[in-house]
């Protein structure tokens, strides 16, 4: 298995551009999730998904939207990206049911200049 | 209000213990995790500790929960360079929810 997968793993973008950080998991885990890390900071939910179709937003959602139409895939779009937006970005995966805990993916690093 | 301290950073010398402390506010969590992230990679998951234990051993690893003071450590015994890495203290209340992280450990070990 190769667990969560995540694609870029680098990008840079101008202000104003758009893109999409895709992520796949084959662990068929219902819940998946989207963080993102600041320097020195802990990671802060983007947006997240319980199952396919059903989506909801995290503590940070401004600026993104997602979309879950397969248990797989949980792709994260970036619309009209701002500096602020600059971070490593995160896509985990968990269980209905065991211990919650949520395997990660190698993160996508994205700066936006 | 749900938050996660823990102190930023801890050098030791190899073949000494470590230990990570960490405090949480929310003493409905169900389940706390131990992360571990090397630079430029993803988090791994280290060991985890239901709320209704006090301590769990995994091999080299120690974890306490005192749940009276929302207070929860790991031990490293006989640390090794290898285990250089931000260590990320997490809660969870219930499934499907979003895990909240602490801002991480940095751990230094020199030898």
């Known amino acids: 298995n190769a667990g969560v997968t995540q694609t870029p793993k680098f990008r840079i973008l101008k202000i104003g551009q758009s893109m999409t950080l895709q992520c796949t998991q084959d662990?068929?885990?219902?819940?998946m999730y989207w963080y993102r890390q600041d320097p020195g900071m802990g990671l802060k939910l983007i947006y997240y998904s319980v199952g396919a179709g059903i989506t909801d937003k995290g503590e940070v959602p401004n600026g993104y939207n997602v979309s879950r139409s397969t248990t797989e895939d949980f792709p994260l779009r970036l619309e009209l990206a701002a500096p602020s937006q600059t971070s490593v970005y995160f896509c985990a995966s968990s269980s209905l049911g065991g211990t919650y805990e949520q395997y990660f993916g190698p993160g996508t690093r994205l700066t936006v200049t | 209000g749900e938050d996660v301290e823990q102190s930023l950073f801890l050098s030791v010398r190899e073949g000494d213990s470590s230990v990570i402390n960490c405090t949480y506010t929310?003493?409905?969590?169900?389940?706390l995790y131990w992360y571990k992230q090397e630079p430029g990679a993803g988090l791994q998951l280290l060991t985890y500790i239901f709320s209704n234990m006090d301590m769990k051993q995994d091999q080299r690893l120690t974890v306490l929960l005192n749940k009276k003071d929302k207070h929860l450590s790991l031990r490293i015994a006989d640390t090794q360079t290898g285990d250089s890495a931000i260590y990320f203290c997490?809660?969870?209340?219930?499934?499907?929810?979003?895990?909240?992280f602490g801002k991480g450990t940095t751990l230094s070990v020199s030898s």
């Open positions: 929310d003493s409905s969590s169900t389940y």
């Open positions: 997490a809660e969870s209340i219930q499934a499907g929810t979003a895990l909240i």
């Open positions: 662990m068929n885990h219902n819940y």
